[in-house]
């Protein structure tokens, strides 16, 4: 006779465990657009910081027989109405603006999600303390207030990032407190409480793993509209000052040649655009990936 | 003889937008050491409340009064500090929905020895041990594998017995169970019922089993406390309860069981109407309405607590007329 095996003694025994970390790199891994994304993304940050030594010609070396340049091999992307080298500058001025980007998204991450976890967790009054002033940050309008502040303090990269993330750090603490307050409302939350955990655990432990997901996405979406404004105010020259190029700036100083050397304007505007957009199918990817209902595989 | 939990005059109420609502009024009970107290009642009744009130996890909305004394201390007086070591290392809780009352992030061994390690003063290592040890004692087969897996790949019956493993990892004196079983199949009730009983008689735990399904407490409970809108309305030794039924609630409760030897085609019995509104409470007695022995003596006095037999409480103006209820 055969053995007769206890049924619920087996069951859900049969494949490997697979973390929930685990089972979204799986599902990003096969989101081939976010994966090709990704893949050009680091190609471009990987130039932006290392082609510029390929070159020979250092970023602000003025060169007056080299005016205006057409693209040959010496200089890939021909050379500005002082004679620079736009290669070099157009690799300096995505490094610049990458790092801005970086650099917000790392602190307005930062701020929204203390705030954000903060104002969800204890509601009441610190949640309309600080609702109020994401409110009051969020109607202002923002070239206005990023126009007079980055006079004020931009001119360098850093100042810009502080100013930028000074604006941008609401949206990541509205969806962290939207989240939070979801979450605090879980019956495992309840349970953490009957075992004795302080709050400081309850948030950090029980809460914030679930909010990661969201947090990554609104991150690549930051990073985005980071890059953008960065480029928007350099362009208006409220953002970073010259010598030191991003491609906001570089596109500002060539935008007269439009008409006769297009390729100029183009150039650095298209890494604007592509960074974006590439960026946005990465955010894409994630969130199909981080989604625990989707059903993609 | 002393009691492990001694409650005396347990008021809730909530603040609400259209004024206070009184959840749980007067309520008096104790648990001796070793005992399981069943608290019946159906929703609303003020059973869950009372317990999360005992563990002070109610939030600030609610007003509570009266006064718990649990291991020689008031659980209503201390501080929230001195009560979060309370919670997990004297009491333990197990809540209704094993499928919402873990966290899907960790593993359920993580969870389990995340409770030892707020407690005590161990290493991880010693906590994951106790994990096992304690996923066993609580009939999970395989723990060693299963210390590794996540809230998804249990089944109800499976999480359900985790969350008893977590509730008395700490070895605590007092389980408070609210409704541990109502979430699961039939099938899986009685197992996890079984597995309380054992944990209970393996590490001497007192537990208070709070539900509305006087079946499960039939084979389960040594006493049996009945509420009804908030208040107490029976409370007595369980065969007391079952046969020597003296309140006309608790009868309504006990008739409202489906029989196993029903005729097919005959009408379950049900309570007809609603339980009052506790915003704002009849006068009389608040079963009255819904009671087949109801007089207009009941609709204007509210009937007290009153001793009706050893150990034997019930709160009904007509008890001693209508006897042993059948």
């Known amino acids: 006779m055969t053995d007769l095996v206890d049924v619920n003694s087996r069951e859900g025994l049969g494949a490997e465990s697979l973390s929930f970390g685990r089972l979204a790199l799986r599902r990003f891994v096969r989101h081939r657009p976010a994966i090709v994304s990704l893949f050009l993304l680091i190609l471009m940050v990987l130039a932006f910081f290392f082609a510029g030594r390929l070159s020979n010609f250092a970023f602000d070396a003025v060169d007056v027989t080299k005016r205006l340049e057409n693209p040959s091999r010496e200089h890939p992307f021909g050379t500005d109405e002082i004679g620079r080298d736009l290669f070099v500058r157009t690799m300096l001025g995505g490094q610049y603006s990458v790092r801005v980007a970086l650099q917000v998204s790392l602190l307005a991450t930062a701020i929204g999600t203390i705030l954000g976890a903060i104002a969800g967790y204890f509601g009441r009054w610190v949640d309309t303390a600080i609702s109020q002033m994401i409110n009051l940050i969020l109607i202002v309008p923002a070239l206005i207030v990023l126009a007079v502040f980055a006079q004020r303090f931009g001119g360098s990269p850093v100042g810009l990032a502080l100013v930028l993330s000074g604006l941008l750090w609401t949206r990541i603490a509205r969806v962290v407190r939207g989240v939070v307050m979801q979450y605090k409302e879980q019956e495992f939350v309840l349970a953490a409480k009957a075992v004795g955990a302080k709050p400081g655990r309850i948030v950090a432990r029980h809460i914030l793993p679930n909010v990661v997901g969201s947090v990554l996405v609104e991150i690549t979406l930051l990073l985005g509209t980071a890059i953008v404004l960065e480029s928007t105010l350099s362009f208006l020259g409220l953002g970073v000052q010259p010598p030191i190029p991003t491609l906001g700036n570089l596109i500002q100083q060539s935008k007269g040649a439009i008409d006769d050397a297009p390729l100029r304007v183009l150039l650095p505007g298209f890494f604007v655009v592509f960074f974006v957009l590439f960026i946005n199918f990465l955010g894409d990817g994630l969130r199909d990936a981080l989604d625990p209902r989707s059903k993609r595989q | ?326």
């Not at chain 2, 649990?70 to 929905?97: C, H, P, W, Y």
């Not at chain 2, 608040?286 to 709160?315: I, W, Y």
């Open chain 2, 1 to 326: 003889m002393t009691f492990l939990l001694d409650v005396k005059g347990l008021n809730v109420r909530f603040r609400t937008e259209f004024g206070l609502v009184h959840a749980v009024n007067e309520v008096s009970f104790s648990v001796s050491k070793g005992e399981t107290l069943a608290v019946v009642g159906e929703s609303g009744s003020g059973k869950s409340v009372t317990a999360l009130a005992l563990m002070r996890l109610l939030d600030r909305t609610a007003l509570i009064d009266g006064e718990a004394s649990f291991e020689g201390v008031n659980l209503f007086t201390m501080s929230e500090k001195e009560m979060q070591k309370i919670r997990g290392a004297r009491i333990g809780m197990i809540f209704q929905d094993p499928m919402t009352a873990l966290n899907p992030v960790f593993t359920v061994g993580d969870q389990i020895a995340e409770v030892v390690l707020i407690h005590r003063d161990c290493t991880k290592q010693e906590a994951k041990t106790r994990a096992i040890e304690m996923m066993g004692l609580v009939g999970i087969p395989d723990s060693r594998r299963r210390v590794d897996q996540y809230p998804h790949e249990f089944s109800g019956g499976m999480r359900q017995r985790a969350m008893i493993a977590m509730a008395i990892a700490n070895s605590p004196s007092l389980l408070i169970a609210d409704e541990p079983t109502t979430a699961l199949d039939v099938t899986v009730q009685a197992q996890v019922m079984e597995v309380i009983r054992s944990v209970q008689e393996s590490i001497g735990l007192t537990v208070m089993l709070i539900t509305h399904d006087l079946g499960l407490v039939a084979g389960f409970a040594d006493r049996i406390q009945v509420m009804y809108a908030g208040q107490l309305v029976e409370t007595a030794e369980r065969d007391r309860i079952f046969y020597e039924t003296r309140n006309p609630y608790t009868r309504a409760l006990l008739d409202s069981i489906p029989s196993q030897l029903g005729v097919p085609g005959t009408e379950l019995k049900t309570i007809g109407g609603n339980p009052p509104s506790l915003l704002s409470p009849p006068p009389g007695c608040l079963f009255q309405p819904r009671c087949v022995h109801a007089t207009e003596d009941c609709r204007m006095t509210r009937p007290e607590l009153k001793s009706v037999g050893q150990n034997h409480l019930s709160r009904c103006l007509r008890s001693s007329d209508l006897g042993v209820l059948r």
